[in-house]
């Protein structure tokens, strides 16, 4: 069982950095973030593979959004620049054996996501 867990987000003002983390229980496995409007699809976001020397990232977040890992401490970091108000949403981390992309069906386990609130 690889075990994923979710910290950072919160609160932040519009135009600011909100910065997301993520633990997974082993290093070996390739990392995306995702989000979730209420009523809406889950939204992939960005992937990094295991050793972190490749990313992905959606084109709605791209040069924005960074993500980025540390495999010293077993996390994942998703960084998001010029953070909007419609950034308001759930964001969950996941964890693939074989993509870092946006196949959501391929990610096999995930965090249970944190609360994120960009007020104006």
């Known amino acids: 069982q690889v075990h994923v867990r979710e910290s950072g987000g919160g609160l932040g003002q519009a135009g600011g950095t909100l910065r997301l983390s993520c633990v997974v229980s082993?290093?070996?496995?390739?990392m995306g973030w995702f989000r979730q409007a209420s009523g809406k699809e889950r939204e992939f976001l960005a992937g990094?593979?295991?050793?972190?020397?490749?990313?992905s990232y959606a084109d709605s977040v791209e040069g924005r959004f960074t993500i980025s890992r540390d495999n010293a401490q077993n996390s994942v970091s998703l960084q998001m620049d010029s953070a909007q108000p419609d950034d308001t949403t759930d964001y969950s981390c996941?964890?693939?054996?074989?993509?870092?992309?946006?196949?959501?069906?391929?990610?096999?386990?995930w965090g249970q996501g944190i609360q994120v609130t960009v007020y104006s």
């Open positions: 082993l290093r070996t496995y390739h």
């Open positions: 996941a964890a693939s054996k074989v993509t870092w992309e946006g196949s959501q069906q391929l990610y096999d386990y």
């Open positions: 990094i593979s295991a050793r972190g020397g490749q990313t």
